[in-house]
């Protein structure tokens, strides 16, 4: 079983591999890139399923004695975000593959295009499967810099521009994250995560906040917590549609990710979780006025991007197994939803030929079918009822009540608030965009025809999304048993350990 | 119930497509789903006119206490007749409302029964989380309905300021529940009302849940939002903003009041906002000249009614409520579809323009008298009823208050028969001098819906003994002050009766003198909405110009700040420093690291651009040098060839940019910078210094040297690391270059058709190539440098396969192979220009990277296949002819993958960063 493990990794890595060898066979680069995605897709859900039933499943990789190679840990909460990240790419996939068969590939050089994804998802499973510090670090290296690649395709002056803020950021956390990776060496002497936990708990307080710190700066910057989140609205709405969505469903939740990590596994109870919920609190209403703000609908989703990681925030920042697994569903929901608006988004620049909501009007005639897959996902964003999003927010307002304090108390009222301002920037964009006549004649030049790919895979995330919402009951289960192990942390120490045993 | 909530669900999803068939008759069909609540409510009446309840619970998600816990009792019977029977006679009035070929009535029907199957559910609802789904969900198709025409910016408007208005209080209300639920441990309310809710946030509880309550109920200071939405078709306005939505508050209201009605600040605020609203609502409705309006505001002020009667909390208070309740929505709804029909009938609804209509359409003026005959509370029809039960619910209360409150609901129903006479009079009444307006004779069928509503209002008010049967059991639930009230048509003549009489008399000369012209109301809640959103809207500006400065230096300053503040603060504080440090192994490794800081400086203070990379390039050799000083030989070359590489690769970008750097910041800035980047670098080397000194345990890699050759099989341990140990961190950073190779030529080609050419496909003689600087190969190259380094062109590619094999026990390793191969064709690119490069390697760069990585990754898959963990090395030694003895560790093929990554990587630099910007003509310098 525990030979599943690092298949997510390698699986689109030897796709990588082979369709760079096929970059003149774009037939065949899409039929590798789809098998690799579906069976990553297939692995993640057998993971689940295992993982859920037996407890965490290790790998040394290389056969080594644990600590001293590293190891591949999945437990629920990565195969979780595996199988959400995997079904993600995998949508994401076919409908860039349906934009790339309706351009054709002269704007998206899509040899370029399948490797680079490829690899992005490679990072991305990385991330979630590493039980090692540093191998961790490998992992965002791998999907920053497919990113980098993915950001500027097609290269123009916007796409380079944007780009360029984009790479520098992240070139600096990366910067710092490494920086973090060699300070928590030097002081614990180990990266192996199941070992730190026991070593880190063992070093001065104050060296353990610390280390804490630098780890959080370098994730706040992936994960846009304010005020580290000014980067992201500049450079993720001039990218590709798809490759937007699938950055702003997946990128920033890896930074979560790591977050809940550095959290629950290496640094529990210090002083650092009332500092996320103060950041919870600024990002959340900073991000949604932010939203508020624009007239671009990509730029006011990326702020509706930002300003929810601070729900995420509230959850991880309370430090309680209903916080915590309310924070982690709330990260499915929200790879799901965003990824679905930005690729509704893509139909809708592809539709009326803009993003701007001084260009856009009367969809809701022109295209009924646009009108609902908007609606429904924004509605959901909106956390209006019974749609995921409300769920969610429904467990972090409850774990907020329950925890009592006045900062959770004062997370609450601004969560609600939050919402309510979301729904407002979603209201204003349907109003606009859709509701409002035409202001500018519709181009005469045909009728502008949806390729069926890239309208079937959104209509495949946003039936996903409603599932999110029928299946909540099991999902909820899931996310409480994840929670709990994450802050239990036996489970997943005694796993490595145990697997070292053997 | 479940059943019926989805046959709605299923009806609403149908309605478009049955619409589209069948025009506007398929209403009729969606009318069933409506009706059939209807039907299903009355089959209960058995069931719970004794007090009895009717449960259906099913599973959604136990972890949050989210279920769906259905639950009929009394009140919420009452609410089903009330959503499902004006709901399905509101669809069978729309198909003559809307003419035929309607666009967007597809929507409408689907809207509408989703509408009422929420407003279903809702009422239902045992469990307070389910209870807030379906009021939301309400809001949005209220939403969508009343933006029905939603070209009209004001229809778009008044949509959008009932659901901000609306979803504002459902909000907060979410936050009382969830208090009330968190406390309780329940949020079933028949489990919450057993055991009556307490604790210290029970007060902010209610308050949140009655903010819910009354901005969906458009009590004041939220009254603004239902008149606005009059932009809705009058349908619309009928069901949602007189029978439906508006009662949900009133409902939720009547719900819970039995449990918490006791508690503070339950009564005071209902009565306070509730008589305020009366007042309010009830002088606007006498100023107002559209009769939408007017019977809007009307509404408002019967809702404020409503609202202070449940918030009395009494069980003859509750019993009144209830019965006004009913008799509410029946008259409302029936005047609002009677307006409908004068506002299509005629073309408009100005009840200066209408004259005569009593005249020339009997029928509807008759329907619309009986309407409003219990309107304004005359006897036998059900409005009287229920003032009547009002009256005495406060007349034969205890204490001051209650008089205040009955004086005030006199005053009240004084306005309400005031603008009922306004609203017969103004729509039906002949004016004189007032020409007759068109009128399209209304179609008979038409009226049957408002008719049977109107029949109805009297009908209750006959059958007022059977009413109060049914209804006890729910006021019954209150608490009982003074003697039990009994809904009738007659009490014999009592007060009730004559404030009854007075209360009509002084309608009627209210009426008469009518409402001053002038006055205005003291609160205007519209202007405060417009107050709050542009505010927010304005604050939203500015807050996003503050923080998004969209500058990158700005973005990255705030981080390096967040790092020095966040982490100098720690450091400074918090941190145990080390006592006893070392400050350096050897004297020479001060003097390497002054170095490397000068080289960096002076990096940073270079003007040319190319100055600054040399320096940067230093302070690398600089980072070797003080590898080898720890004495890792093999880091450092490795370092050395990665740094002439850089430097190789860079001088290649820097041909396309200017010389030198372009403006340098203004001096202030300058000076903020410089102190901010020392900053960084000290806190930096503090956190160093103090993570180095708090060490205790003893490192990892102490194991390493033993494990390398024992488990690894090989003796530099450096290699051993890479391929082995850490062979998955490695099998990643190849992919990041290959990757990274790909992002270059992504770049550079752009274009798929540009893209063939980074397979080496020489350049077409007919295409002028402009020689630029540094243009290799173009213009002055050296014969004689050419045939030299074809000469030891293999020489250096065999020394790198030699470096890649030998490198598990030497110095070496496939990515220093790589690189000096790599090297080796720079040079053959630097000698000879691109044709040479395609013939030193005729293959595609991109295909050698895929080739590397697939060779790599393959090798750790293989391992799999063989039962091993993935990436797992084995040690052969085999015995080979000419070789003799050879010790194999099959880690070495992951090597040659690594080699060939690092030779593709180079490669494809050449060949874009090279040959193509080359051939895309290199600006002068």
Redesign the interface.
Known sequence: MS?LV?LPV?IP??G????????RFPQAQRVVSLTALSAVLGVAIALLAVVSERGPLV???????I????V?VADQFAALMLVVSAAVTLCVLVYSIGQGLADG???T????YH??YL?LT??VT?AFLSGDL??LY??F??LL??S??LI????TEDR?RAG??YV??SL??SL?FL?GV???????????MAQLAG?LD??????R???N??LL?AFG?KAAV???S??L??SYPTALAPVTAVFAGLLTKVGIYAIIRVETLLFPGGPTPDLLLVLALLTML?GI?????QSDVKRMLS?NLVSHIGYLLFGIGLATDRGL?AAIFYAVHHIAILTTLFLVVGLVERFAGSTSLDRLGGL??LS?LLAILFFVPA?NLAG???FSG??GK??L??AG??DGGALPLAL??GG??T???T??AL??VW?MA????PTIAPEPAGEPRLPWLMVGSTVALVVAGLALTVL??PL??VT?NAADDLLDRAPYVDAVRDAGAR | MLVLVVVHGLTAVAAPVLVRWLGRQALYLCSLAPFAALGWGLAQTGRVDQGGAVTETYRWVDRLGLQIDLRLVTISWLMVLLVGGVGGLVLVYSVRYFPAGQDGLGRYAGVFVAFAGAMFGLVVSDNLLLLYVFWELTTVFSYLLIAQDPTRRSSRRSAMQALLVTTLGGLAMLGGFVLLGESAGTYRWSQIAEQPPSGPHLAAALTLVLLGALSKSAIFPFSFWLPAAMAAPTPVSAYLHAAAMVKAGVFLVALLGATVGGDQPWRPLLLTTGLITMLLGGWAALRQHDLKLLLAYGTVSQLGFLVAVFGGGTANSALAGAALLLAHALFKSTLFLVVGIIDVSTGTRDLRELTGLARRTPVLAVVAGLAAASMAGLPPFAGFVGKEAAFAAFLHGTGTADLVVLTVIAIGSTLTVAYTLRFLSGAFADKPGVPEVALREPATDWLVGPAILAVAGLGVGAAAAPLDTVLTPYSDTFPAVGSAYHLAVWHGFSGPLGLSVLVLLAGYALYRVGAPSGARLPFDGAAAYRRVMSGVDRLAVELTGATQRGSLPSYLGVILLVLVAGLGGILIGAVPWPENARAWDTSLQPVVGAGIVVAAVTAVRALRRLTAMILVGVSGYGVAVLFVLHGAPDLALTQFLVETATIAMMVLVLRRLPEKFSERPIRTSRVGRIALGVAVGVVAAAMTYVAVGGREAVPLSDAFPGEAVSFGGGKNIVNVILVDIRAWDTMGEISVLVVAATGVASLIFRRSAALARRRGVPVPADQPVTPGWLSAGAGGQSVILEVVTRLVFHTIVLFSIFLLFSGHNAPGGGFAGGLVAGLALAIRYLAGGPDELTAAAPVDAGWVLGAGLFVSVGTGVLAMFAGAQVLQSAVVDVHLPVLGEVHLVTSIFFDIGVYLVVVGLILDILRSLGAEIDRQGVPAP
């Open positions: 030979d690092p390698v890595l030897l990588a591999a082979i369709t760079l060898m096929l970059t790998v040394s990789v290389g056969g080594w004695p600590p001293l190679g590293i591949l590939s002269e704007d050089p899509i040899s370029i490797p680079s690899v490679a990072g990385t540093f191998n490998v992992g290296e791998i810099v497919a980098y690649v500027t395709v097609g290269a380079v360029t803020t520098v950021v600096l956390s710092l920086t060699g300070l928590v060496y030097a002081a614990a002497g180990t990266l192996n070593r063992a070093l001065p307080d104050g060296l906040l610390m280390l710190c630098m700066l910057i304010f005020p580290l000014a980067w609205p500049d900073v006025l932010g939203a508020i703000a702020f697994s809701a005639r009924p509605m209006i009822p019974p409300f769920l429904l467990g307002i409850q009540v329950a609450v009222a609600l608030a919402s309510l301002l729904l407002y209201a204003r109003n859709f509701w409002r006549p909540a009951g909820f289960d409480v």
